[in-house]
């Protein structure tokens, strides 16, 4: 896919990807710069998508660290990244 750049720097992600991606306009997207030049966007994902994701299956306290943990997980299974 392409896609060009204006003259303010802006470019339209061609819909393909928007559809990959499930984003739509007003969406946020991140982006993450690799140090062999590689970029990758993804959805920044809102809180509201956590919501029952921990049901049933805590019966203990769960530190913030493995939150983000499992959390993390989670949207890799549901976005497939």
């Known amino acids: 896919m392409d896609s060009a750049l204006t003259s303010k720097g802006q470019m339209t992600i061609p819909k393909a990807a928007r559809e990959h991606l499930k984003v739509r306009a007003g969406d946020r997207v991140k982006i993450f710069l690799h140090p062999d030049g590689t970029v ?3 959805p920044k994902l ?7 994701m921990f049901s049933g299956r805590v019966d203990r ?3 913030a660290e493995e939150m983000g943990v ?3 997980d989670a949207a890799t299974e549901e976005f497939g990244r």
């Open 40 to 42: 990758v966007l993804l």
């Open 46 to 52: 809102p809180v509201s998508c956590l919501k029952g």
């Open 61 to 63: 306290p769960v530190p």
């Open 70 to 72: 499992v959390a993390e």
